[in-house]
T-cell receptor, first 115, second 109 residues
Framework: DVKVTQSSRYLVKRTGEKVFLECVQD?????MFWYRQDPGLGLRLIYF???????EKGDIPEGYSVSREKKERFSLILESASTNQTSMYLC??????????????FGEGSWLTVV | GQSLEQPSEVTAVEGAIVQINCTYQ??????LSWYQQHDGGAPTFLSY????GLEETGRFSSFLSRSDSYGYLLLQELQMKDSASYFC??????????FGQGTELSVKP
């Protein structure tokens, strides 16, 4: 079974802090994604990566950056956390390039509260 | 732009059949997927339609009409455990997987 592991399930951070959310997948997938999920807004794509050291902006990249130094690991970085970044963050991965390979696998989510 | 529209909530009774619709707008279309998410859990893959027609997987079926930019998820013999949020999603040309806002299904006894 594919496993996508998010290092932190629940975090509380202060405004202005730098926050790292780590995600590791064990199936050698090329593509990895970071979404945030908010009530009534569904899942919104922040960034995605289709290969090591490659990254593409999603629909809401402002205030975030990412790092993909190794194929299995995709990190989401909040350079200076703000209260409007309080949300659940979901990491996902899938095999194949581009739109090929139809199933993506999600981690369990990281609940971030910024106070 | 790219968007997917689905109803925000649907209620049905145990044993019934329910259909969750999804309409989409996209530049470049590579199939429609459906995901299920229980409260507090991660979304899990249900089905995928690359071509027009019906795909059946047990009690769940998914339909796609590319000419109408429309698809639906059909859940039969509803069970209480089917209460969850259901998302339609599609890939665009750049490999971005975009989700709809989700439909919350409540199954009543």
């Amino acid at each position: 079974d594919v496993k996508v592991t998010q290092s932190s399930r629940y975090l509380v951070k202060r405004t202005g802090e730098k926050v790292f959310l780590e995600c590791v997948q064990d199936m050698d997938h090329e593509n990895m994604f970071w979404y945030r999920q908010d009530p009534g807004l569904g899942l919104r794509l922040i960034y995605f990566s289709y290969d090591v050291k490659m990254k593409e902006k999603g629909d809401i990249p402002e205030g975030y950056s990412v790092s993909r130094e190794k194929k299995e690991r995709f990190s989401l970085i909040l350079e200076s956390a703000s209260t409007n970044q309080t949300s659940m963050y979901l990491c996902a991965s899938k095999e194949g390039q581009g739109a090929s390979g139809n199933t993506i696998y999600f981690g369990e989510g990281s609940w971030l509260t910024v106070v | 732009g790219q968007s997917l529209e689905q109803p925000s909530e649907v209620t049905a009774v145990e044993g019934a059949i329910v259909q969750i619709n999804c309409t989409y707008q996209t530049s470049g279309f590579y199939g429609l997927s459906w995901y299920q998410q229980h409260d507090g859990g991660a979304p899990t893959f249900l089905s995928y339609n690359a071509l027009d027609g019906l795909e059946e997987t047990g009690r769940f079926s998914s339909f796609l009409s590319r000419s109408d930019s429309y698809g639906y998820l059909l859940l039969q013999e509803l069970q209480m455990k089917d209460s969850a949020s259901y998302f339609c999603a599609h890939y665009n040309q750049g490999g971005k997987l975009i989700f709809g806002q989700g439909t919350e299904l409540s199954v009543k006894p």
